[in-house]
Protein backbone atom coordinates (compact mmCIF):
# COMPACT_ATOMS: atom_id res chain seq x y z
CA UNK A 1 0.00 0.00 0.00
CA UNK A 2 1.16 3.45 -0.87
CA UNK A 3 1.83 5.66 1.71
CA UNK A 4 0.35 9.70 1.06
CA UNK A 5 2.47 12.56 1.02
CA UNK A 6 1.73 14.96 4.02
CA UNK A 7 -0.66 18.05 2.76
CA UNK A 8 -2.12 15.59 -0.16
CA UNK A 9 -5.61 15.07 -0.68
CA UNK A 10 -7.34 11.56 -1.80
CA UNK A 11 -9.49 11.56 -4.84
CA UNK A 12 -12.54 10.22 -2.44
CA UNK A 13 -11.99 13.37 -0.27
CA UNK A 14 -12.64 15.29 -3.29
CA UNK A 15 -15.44 13.52 -5.11
CA UNK A 16 -17.50 13.72 -1.83
CA UNK A 17 -17.53 17.56 -2.12
CA UNK A 18 -19.44 17.23 -5.71
CA UNK A 19 -23.01 17.74 -5.42
CA UNK A 20 -25.38 15.13 -7.18
CA UNK A 21 -28.76 15.77 -7.72
CA UNK A 22 -30.88 12.68 -8.50
CA UNK A 23 -33.16 13.17 -11.26
CA UNK A 24 -36.01 9.97 -9.97
CA UNK A 25 -37.76 8.12 -12.47
CA UNK A 26 -35.90 9.61 -15.30
CA UNK A 27 -32.00 7.61 -14.60
CA UNK A 28 -29.45 8.69 -17.30
CA UNK A 29 -28.36 5.33 -18.55
CA UNK A 30 -29.47 2.28 -18.87
CA UNK A 31 -28.30 -1.25 -19.47
CA UNK A 32 -29.82 -3.37 -22.05
CA UNK A 33 -31.70 -6.57 -20.46
CA UNK A 34 -29.47 -9.76 -20.29
CA UNK A 35 -29.64 -13.60 -19.03
CA UNK A 36 -25.22 -13.41 -18.94
CA UNK A 37 -23.18 -10.49 -19.33
CA UNK A 38 -20.96 -9.49 -21.75
CA UNK A 39 -17.36 -9.26 -21.40
CA UNK A 40 -17.98 -5.41 -21.90
CA UNK A 41 -20.56 -4.86 -18.91
CA UNK A 42 -18.30 -7.03 -16.79
CA UNK A 43 -15.77 -4.78 -17.52
CA UNK A 44 -17.73 -1.60 -16.33
CA UNK A 45 -18.22 -3.43 -13.13
CA UNK A 46 -14.89 -2.56 -12.40
CA UNK A 47 -13.85 0.82 -14.44
CA UNK A 48 -16.46 2.48 -13.93
CA UNK A 49 -14.64 5.13 -11.66
CA UNK A 50 -17.99 6.12 -9.68
CA UNK A 51 -19.27 2.29 -9.41
CA UNK A 52 -22.29 2.61 -11.11
CA UNK A 53 -22.17 -0.84 -12.01
CA UNK A 54 -22.71 -4.31 -10.15
CA UNK A 55 -23.54 -7.80 -10.77
CA UNK A 56 -26.57 -9.30 -8.96
CA UNK A 57 -27.70 -12.37 -6.98
CA UNK A 58 -28.18 -13.29 -11.03
CA UNK A 59 -24.86 -12.26 -12.09
CA UNK A 60 -26.13 -9.63 -14.49
CA UNK A 61 -25.25 -6.43 -14.52
CA UNK A 62 -27.02 -3.52 -13.24
CA UNK A 63 -26.67 0.29 -13.08
CA UNK A 64 -27.07 2.86 -10.69
CA UNK A 65 -26.76 6.22 -11.99
CA UNK A 66 -26.92 7.68 -8.58
CA UNK A 67 -23.63 8.87 -8.38
CA UNK A 68 -22.66 9.10 -11.77
CA UNK A 69 -19.74 11.02 -12.77
CA UNK A 70 -20.70 11.56 -16.35
CA UNK A 71 -17.13 10.91 -17.55
CA UNK A 72 -18.37 8.76 -20.89
CA UNK A 73 -16.07 5.54 -19.65
CA UNK A 74 -19.47 3.56 -20.48
CA UNK A 75 -20.65 5.58 -23.09
CA UNK A 76 -17.47 4.79 -24.96
CA UNK A 77 -17.62 1.15 -24.41
CA UNK A 78 -21.28 0.04 -23.98
CA UNK A 79 -22.98 1.96 -26.14
CA UNK A 80 -21.46 1.15 -29.69
CA UNK A 81 -22.53 -2.82 -28.71
CA UNK A 82 -25.86 -1.54 -27.97
CA UNK A 83 -25.84 -2.58 -24.08
CA UNK A 84 -25.59 0.23 -22.95
CA UNK A 85 -28.40 3.57 -23.60
CA UNK A 86 -26.65 6.91 -22.07
CA UNK A 87 -27.59 10.64 -22.65
CA UNK A 88 -26.76 13.64 -20.23
CA UNK A 89 -29.49 14.27 -17.55
CA UNK A 90 -31.85 17.13 -17.59
CA UNK A 91 -30.87 20.36 -16.91
CA UNK A 92 -29.78 20.87 -13.21
CA UNK A 93 -29.89 17.37 -12.40
CA UNK A 94 -26.29 14.91 -12.68
CA UNK A 95 -22.84 16.01 -11.25
CA UNK A 96 -21.71 19.81 -9.71
CA UNK A 97 -18.00 19.56 -9.92
CA UNK A 98 -16.66 21.99 -7.15
CA UNK A 99 -13.25 20.91 -8.03
CA UNK A 100 -12.38 21.68 -11.59
Known amino acids: MMQQEAGA???????YQNRYLVDAGRPHISVAPH?????VLLSLTK?????CYAQNGKGQVEVTPDGCLE?????????PTGEIS???????????????
Open 9 to 15: VRVEEKL
Open 35 to 39: DKPSA
Open 47 to 51: LCPAG
Open 71 to 79: CGTCRVLGE
Open 86 to 100: WFYPRGGYGVLFKFG
